[in-house]
């Protein structure tokens, strides 16, 4: 008899997400608790709390993953960003982003609701959210320097989650999808007036 494959780090820590991710999908956020989390694990107690102390520390690594899937889809599509049309290739990415149905979607929507409630979540969202600005300063080399300015880059990011909200709460996603072209042009209409206002201020 073969002896079982003994898992590393990664592979026991993406146990232990695969099992989050179905829990609160079931659960919902704020009802998952770490029991169930390792109920869904081949692992011990004492294994899954070598990893993770609270079921926020996981989620948080989830969603840390769901934005490198998202950075992945960017980078792929960098050859499609012209010199000059920055504004116009990340407005397409933002509205992909918006329609786009995938595993960490859901969660991030059940983050957003569960946020309001819970001051821990508040600051994961500020840290995701630095995150994603160095993020995209690495992969887009020419980044505009306007978009990162903090009440901009807050409302953008306000208006992106909304949007998200509606698209899976309000189940407006096919909707979005017919009308993508006028979603990506009130993105262009945005960054434009925060371009404005940048350089005003400065």
């Known amino acids: 008899m073969c002896a079982a494959k003994r898992m590393n780090e990664a592979e026991r820590k993406k146990e232990i997400m695969n099992s989050a991710m179905k829990v609160i999908?079931?659960?919902?956020?704020?009802?998952?608790?770490?029991?169930?989390i390792i109920a869904g694990t081949t692992l011990s107690k004492g294994g899954v709390y070598h990893y993770y102390k609270s079921v926020n520390e996981v989620f948080k690594d989830?969603?840390?993953?769901?934005?490198?899937?998202?950075?992945k889809i960017i980078q792929?599509?960098?050859?499609?960003?012209?010199?000059?049309?920055?504004?116009?290739?990340?407005?397409?990415?933002?509205?992909?982003?918006?329609?786009?149905?995938?595993p960490y979607m859901p969660l991030?929507?059940?983050?957003?609701?569960?946020?309001?409630?819970?001051?821990?979540?508040?600051?994961?969202?500020?840290?995701?959210?630095?995150?994603?600005?160095?993020?995209?300063?690495?992969?887009?080399?020419?980044?505009?320097e306007w978009l990162f300015n903090p009440n901009g880059f807050q409302f953008i990011s306000d208006f992106i989650n909304t949007l998200l909200l509606a698209s899976n709460v309000l189940d407006a996603r096919e909707n979005f999808k017919k009308n993508r072209r006028l979603l990506e042009e009130m993105f262009i209409y945005i960054f434009n007036q925060r371009r404005e206002d940048f350089y005003e201020s400065l």
């Open 62 to 71: 989830i969603m840390i993953l769901g934005m490198e899937y998202r950075n």
């Open 108 to 144: 991030y929507v059940e983050f957003l609701i569960a946020k309001k409630r819970n001051p821990e979540l508040n600051k994961i969202m500020i840290e995701l959210q630095e995150q994603t600005k160095q993020s995209l300063k690495t992969i887009m080399k020419d980044v505009p």
């Open 76 to 102: 792929e599509h960098l050859i499609e960003c012209k010199k000059g049309f920055e504004k116009e290739f990340i407005a397409k990415q933002i509205v992909d982003k918006i329609i786009d149905e995938n």
């Open 25 to 36: 999908s079931t659960k919902g956020l704020t009802k998952t608790t770490m029991e169930d």
